[in-house]
């Protein structure tokens, strides 16, 4: 079957012509079509198996692209590789022109030159004229392009195994070596003591016998270390931790996955599995708890200190004898004790400074006190004493011009200016006045007030009690205060108003824009004693227990 690729373009009666041929030989009546080896092509093989590509058509019908291509058996063999090392025959014995002129091979120059550099090259001396090596080409298939360890000697690593097993057995030996000093003197030790046993009891003849020392030599070579471990005998401890099948595992007291981290292989839970169980009541608080409660850590110190004298070489041993290890961890922490003051004693004298070890006491440092402060609804103080305030690094209360108060310590709400709360002065680095400032202030401040909220057609007592409200002392909703019930029964009014409309926009835009067209008023504060005694009796108490308290029984 010929492809469309060698047909080219056709005309029209050419390719009925064509489309006539192929119809007959797939019914048969036309002989198949041959390839280049003359074997015949089934003509039922689709066009896109039997059309080659446009880089390998050979203008003739052919089926060779569908078929393996035949290559030796060389350039697919992946164990072929260079002879490395390879060279042709003696080596010359003079320089030839061209050659390296560091070993005088003819086959790369010095650049490439893998020999050791001379002082003299090859080129100069005439002498160890190295031989021309093999230069060889390996022909590689794809795999063996891809092979990254194609070319690699196994035989190599053998060397690495000798290497390490040379060292295992010096390190074998040194340890057996030293275990032979350490039993020596164990057992050298041991005859002392026996010997010395001997003279106290001469009258057993038994004392001391070859099968006692056996006995002792095994007890000391116990205690030797083991070979390839790096670990003191003498202070390894076993620690078993085990359960009792009666008892909960650990694991199983907080199912949750997020709680304390169990480690299956030591067994262990050190944080606590119930978070807001007290340490003291919980049935397990975790293995830090216990490890750090009671007399734990003494204990821990304890064994510390019987292992630190041991290395030292004092015999101590606390499971052999606790007492006298309890007693000589005391002197030691006595005499300990005792050097510290003597440092520190001796330091002082020499260099002073003692004032400074002196420190304030630590409810003063930590902030924290025992002291009963109890306030009012309004943050006054009823009960108690204030606590001190912090005071800065920066100076502060610096008083000047015969000033008991800062400048910023008042403001004044009728002109909106600052100035110092002793005097009511609201010019800076003014000459304090006092009392007579005060009242010098109010009554002009009143009197201005008091024209104006006349001009508005306010009454005169209102206004009065307006200004006395805004120079006393005494903060709004505190002591006893005097309510309007006309005012009153308004402010309650626009409360469940304000509390009917909720989260409306609408409504929140235009009480702002009535809020804005209102005439602000001069001197008088933003609440009155109405609106706040309104909304502390509509405000929802959340602790209330009977707040949320909805009745469903039937009261019929």
Known sequence: MASASAIGKLSREEFRRQKDLDAARKAGTAPAALDEEGKPI????????????????????????????????????????????????????????????????????????????????????????????????????????????NGYDPSEHTRVYEEFDAIEAARKKYREEEIDKQTTTDLAAARKVANAGREKKDADPDFGSSDEEDADEDKYADAADAVGQKLDTKTRITVRNLRIREDTAKYLINLDPESAYYDPKTRSMRDAPIKNVPPEDAKFAGENFFRYSGEAPEVQQLQLFAWQASQRGNDIHLNAAPTQGQLLHEEYREKKELMRDVNKASVLSKYGGEQYLEHAPREVLDGQSENYVEYSQAGQIVKGQERVKARSKYPEDVYINNHTAVWGSWYDVATGNWGYSCCHSSVSMSYCSGEAGKAAVQSSTAQALLVSSLVQGEKVEEVKARIEQNYSKKRIGEGNVALDKERLAEALSEERKRKARGDNEDDQEADRHSKKKRAPEIGTHDVTEEELEAYRMNRRNAEDPMANYVDTEDTH
């Open 42 to 149: 089934n003509p039922h093989i689709p066009q896109y198996i039997s059309q080659a590509p446009w880089y390998l058509n050979t203008g003739a019908p052919s089926l060779s692209h569908q078929r393996r291509p035949a290559t030796g058996k060389a350039t697919n063999e992946i164990d072929t590789w260079y002879d490395r090392g390879a060279r042709t025959g003696p080596a010359a014995k003079k320089y030839r022109k061209g050659a390296c002129e560091n070993c005088g091979a003819m086959t790369h120059k010095k650049q490439d030159c893998l020999e050791r550099p001379r002082k003299k090259g090859a080129k100069f001396t005439n002498k160890d004229i190295q031989a021309d090596e093999i230069v060889q080409d390996v022909p590689t298939g794809y795999d063996a392009k891809r092979d990254r360890w």
